[in-house]
């Protein structure tokens, strides 16, 4: 088939454009790009390979002007015809290039529908920190964006989410129906076998920079645990953080704070031969994010047989099973600090709780997922029920994928 994919933009190595980079990979399946802005220096080199079509620039900037000409933009855009199937990845307002696109069969991959609207921990902390003014206008939005967006996505025949987070987003929001929707999630970043077999002594964090972050928990964590194991003062923590501006910020201060302690490191944008390495060699991966769409620290640290103490929320119980192959903590300094300071003190329990992980990790695959998405795409095309997509899902109704067992 003729895929015609859509997304915004193609410009980092994040989740979007990963997705990409594999459903180009592997799919039989012959695909063109649509985006306003590609980047082929930020973005994977293998890309610049594919086949791709630049749509007029739409802006950047994440005020309310700049966003509402954004979405005009993309509401706007006319595709070309001579597809089989439209494939939309959805990371935000680019599902409204369907209202004016919809002759073709549509599908999506969801990563996530807009936060600040579908995402209710996201929104309340915009909201917290907004005036009574900008609370308004936020909510008001809100509400007439998700009027639009539900049209939209009327336009989907067949949608995948890529977790039970994300699913809940979507169904919370009424944008479809429980019929139309699977979950599939994505594989891991680096394709580790066998697991790594080095530990050196030092935690771990890879985040983005945001407000769910919790940079500043796992720092005061880390200064809990020194207190606690001044015999472990060898132990290091190594924060690799990825933002998309050169001085965010929110994280300032903290950076002033951080320099005061020769034993923590922060690495900004880190590339994904760094990554590779810090993976591979750290001794326990820290992951603090609240209300994540996917798991996917976890995921990368099993994948190098690394075990993972993370925070105990929904997304990262849909893959860790607490106590066997990762750890699930109560947000809280001293919760994190005890938990690293018990591994701290027993590397065989971090190693047997990191093969564990790492079993997990194998049993979950870009092509398991990639397989997934051109069984929607073909189901759509073509009138006969793919036996596929009439089966189980591939992630249990508990939150657990079942991929993973």
Same mark, same amino acid.
């Given at each position: 088939? /003729?895929?015609?994919?859509?997304?915004? +933009?193609?410009?980092?190595? !994040?989740?979007?454009? %990963?997705?990409?980079?594999?459903?180009?990979?592997?799919?039989? &399946?012959?695909?063109?790009?649509?985006? &306003?802005?590609?980047?082929?220096?930020?973005?994977?080199?293998?890309?610049?390979? =594919?086949?791709?079509?630049?749509?007029?620039?739409?802006?950047?900037?994440? /005020?309310?002007?700049?966003?509402?000409?954004?979405?005009?933009?993309?509401?706007?855009?006319?595709?070309?015809?001579?597809?089989?199937?439209?494939?939309?990845?959805? @990371?935000?307002? !680019?599902?409204?290039?369907?209202?004016?696109?919809? +002759?073709?069969?549509?599908?999506?991959?969801?990563?996530?529908?807009?936060?600040?609207?579908?995402?209710?921990?996201?929104?309340?902390?915009?909201?917290?920190?907004?005036?009574?003014?900008? +609370?308004? $206008?936020? =909510?008001? $939005?809100?509400?007439?964006?998700?009027?639009?967006?539900?049209?939209?996505?009327?336009?989907?025949?067949?949608?995948?989410?890529?977790?039970?987070?994300?699913?809940?987003?979507?169904?919370?929001?009424?944008?479809? %129906?429980?019929?139309?929707?699977?979950?599939?999630?994505?594989?891991?970043?680096?394709?580790? %076998?066998?697991?790594?077999?080095?530990?050196?002594?030092?935690?771990?964090?890879?985040?983005?920079?945001?407000?769910?972050?919790?940079?500043?928990?796992?720092?005061?964590?880390?200064? %809990?645990?020194?207190?606690?194991?001044?015999?472990?003062?060898?132990?290091?923590?190594?924060?690799?953080?990825?933002?998309?501006?050169?001085?965010?910020?929110?994280?300032?201060?903290?950076?002033?704070?951080?320099?005061?302690?020769?034993?923590?490191?922060?690495?900004?944008?880190?590339?994904?031969?760094?990554?590779?390495?810090?993976?591979?060699?750290?001794?326990?991966?820290?992951?603090?994010?609240?209300?994540?769409?996917?798991?996917?620290?976890?995921?990368?640290?099993?994948?190098?047989?690394?075990?993972?103490?993370?925070?105990?929320?929904?997304?990262?119980?849909?893959?860790?099973?607490?106590?066997?192959?990762?750890?699930? @903590?109560?947000?809280?300094?001293?919760?994190?600090?005890?938990?690293?300071?018990?591994?701290?003190?027993?590397?065989? =329990?971090?190693?047997?709780? !990191?093969?564990?992980?790492?079993?997990?990790? =194998?049993?979950?695959?870009? /092509?398991?997922?990639?397989?997934?998405?051109?069984?929607?795409?073909?189901?759509?095309?073509?009138?006969?029920?793919?036996?596929?997509? /009439?089966?189980?899902?591939?992630?249990?109704?508990?939150?657990?994928?079942?991929?993973?067992?």
């Amino acid at each position: 088939m /003729n895929v015609a994919l859509y997304c915004p +933009r193609i410009s980092q190595t !994040g989740g979007a454009e %990963r997705t990409i980079l594999e459903l180009s990979r592997r799919s039989d &399946h012959q695909y063109t790009l649509f985006t &306003h802005c590609f980047d082929g220096d930020r973005t994977f080199p293998e890309l610049k390979r =594919q086949k791709i079509t630049a749509l007029p620039k739409i802006p950047a900037e994440r /005020n309310f002007g700049c966003v509402a000409r954004a979405m005009w933009g993309v509401i706007s855009q006319s595709l070309p015809d001579g597809f089989d199937v439209l494939l939309v990845i959805c @990371e935000g307002f !680019g599902d409204l290039i369907v209202l004016r696109n919809y +002759r073709t069969p549509v599908v999506c991959v969801c990563l996530t529908p807009v936060r600040m609207v579908f995402d209710s921990a996201y929104r309340d902390r915009a909201l917290m920190k907004g005036s009574f003014g900008e +609370r308004l $206008a936020i =909510q008001v $939005a809100r509400r007439a964006y998700q009027i639009v967006d539900c049209l939209a996505w009327q336009r989907f025949e067949r949608v995948i989410c890529v977790s039970h987070e994300v699913k809940k987003r979507v169904l919370d929001g009424r944008l479809t %129906r429980d019929s139309c929707v699977e979950v599939a999630p994505l594989g891991p970043r680096f394709d580790v %076998r066998p697991g790594s077999r080095v530990f050196e002594r030092y935690f771990f964090v890879p985040c983005t920079i945001g407000d769910l972050t919790n940079l500043e928990l796992v720092v005061t964590a880390f200064e %809990r645990f020194q207190k606690q194991q001044r015999g472990h003062s060898e132990f290091r923590m190594i924060v690799a953080v990825y933002t998309d501006t050169s001085e965010p910020e929110e994280w300032k201060e903290l950076r002033n704070r951080v320099e005061k302690n020769p034993a923590v490191e922060i690495r900004v944008n880190a590339s994904e031969e760094e990554l590779e390495q810090l993976y591979r060699n750290c001794y326990t991966v820290l992951f603090t994010a609240q209300n994540c769409d996917l798991a996917v620290v976890p995921l990368e640290a099993m994948s190098f047989g690394k075990p993972v103490i993370a925070a105990n929320s929904r997304c990262a119980r849909e893959l860790i099973s607490d106590k066997v192959d990762g750890f699930l @903590e109560e947000l809280s300094p001293e919760s994190f600090a005890s938990r690293m300071t018990s591994l701290a003190l027993d590397p065989f =329990q971090a190693f047997v709780i !990191g093969l564990e992980g790492f079993k997990k990790a =194998q049993r979950c695959s870009w /092509n398991q997922f990639c397989a997934r998405v051109d069984q929607a795409m073909e189901s759509v095309v073509f009138p006969d029920p793919i036996e596929h997509l /009439n089966g189980s899902d591939i992630s249990r109704d508990d939150g657990e994928p079942a991929g993973y067992r």
